[in-house]
């Protein structure tokens, strides 16, 4: 088999992947099952670089989140070690607040302390990573208060 359908399901906090069903390619997937069934797929990817034009192209109707595990990784990436875990870690914790903010008040405040925290590092990683792939505010796919943007 070339590729599985993985679902996620979290209850009480636990977080648990099932395989759906095996198909040998996506387009399978989606002629025979989800297009029939007129159902909106969201997307949660790690940003490479070949995957945000390929959803955006091929499903320009589904929503796209981008992976919070991931943008976390690639802000620590981005702080040399030299600055300490402490900052770096500070960072990261402060990009999450602005990622589970519930309003677009809220996101703008907790942005407002990234930036001044972050300085010239965070605005210029900032600057290539919209809003509405990764804040719970913004995005304009289906979400609970379980939903969580982790590939």
């Known amino acids: 088999m070339e590729g599985a ?3 996620r399901c979290t209850h ?17 997937v989606y002629n025979e099952i989800l297009e029939p069934q007129q159902r909106t797929i969201t997307f949660i990817s790690d940003r490479h670089k070949g995957l945000i034009p390929a959803v955006t192209n091929t499903f320009p109707d589904s929503p796209h989140a ?19 875990s402490v900052f770096r870690n500070k960072i990261v ?17 907790k942005m407002a302390a990234l930036v ?5 590092i965070m605005r210029k990683f900032l600057k290539d990573l919209p809003k509405e792939n990764f804040c719970n505010a913004f995005f304009k796919g289906k979400s609970s208060e379980n939903f969580s943007f982790h590939c």
């Open 5 to 7: 359908i993985v679902g």
């Open 12 to 28: 009480q906090g636990t977080t648990i992947s099932i395989p759906i069903f095996y198909h040998t390619t996506f387009s399978e």
């Open 66 to 84: 981008y992976c919070l595990h991931h943008i976390k990784l690639n802000i620590l990436e981005k702080y040399p070690a030299s600055l300490g």
């Open 93 to 109: 914790q402060k990009f999450s607040e602005c990622a589970y903010a519930a309003t677009p008040e809220m996101y703008e405040l």
């Open 116 to 120: 001044k925290e972050g300085g010239n």
